[in-house]
């Protein structure tokens, strides 16, 4: 709404200065481009859901039964399973995962997803092409990195200073 509005105006600039293109600012598509997405099957174990996160180095892995029927993350494992003592060879991952989470497509800009996340106090973020198609999740870092590279806003920032 006009918080993505007010936050595109203000950092709209920067990011095109610092990206050198009209929009301004990166899709999540460039972001993803050439990453293995973090996708786990319903019928997963907890134990293997964490092994798999754990190679990934993600935070959060969509769940996929043909389209996004929820998400995983460290968090939920912590606290739904082994807080609980659950038998992570015999929980489903199903049954700690948030389920319904809400998307975006591989279109939306970096800067809109980082509104999106700020608003809803979201950490990951998975992303659908518009037939359902599980494309991949972002986090927090992966944005901020999209936003500047490595070093984050301060390159956006010095670039268009």
């Known amino acids: 709404g006009a918080n993505a509005a007010a936050l595109q105006a203000l950092l709209g600039p ?13 899709t999540l598509r460039s972001i993803l481009n050439g990453n293995r997405p973090s996708i786990v099957k319903p ?8 092994e798999i996160m ?7 892995l969509v769940v996929e039964d043909g389209e996004l029927i929820g998400i995983v993350s460290f968090k939920d494992v912590m606290s739904r399973a082994l807080a609980k003592e659950l038998p992570l060879e015999l929980t489903a991952v ?3 995962m948030t389920p319904n989470p809400e998307s975006v497509t591989p279109d939306t800009t970096v800067l809109e997803a980082m509104q999106i996340m700020h608003e809803n106090k979201f950490l990951t973020l998975p992303v659908c092409e518009e037939g359902g198609e599980v494309v991949g999740v972002v986090d927090v870092m992966d ?3 999209g936003c500047g590279g490595a070093e984050g806003w301060h390159s956006i920032f010095d670039s268009a200073m």
């Open 54 to 60: 754990t190679d990934a180095h993600k935070a959060a």
């Open 43 to 50: 019928g997963m174990n907890v134990r293997e859901c964490s």
């Open 94 to 96: 199903t049954s700690i």
């Open 14 to 26: 920067l990011m095109a200065k610092a990206f050198g293109n009209a929009g301004g600012s990166p």
């Open 143 to 145: 944005v901020i990195y």
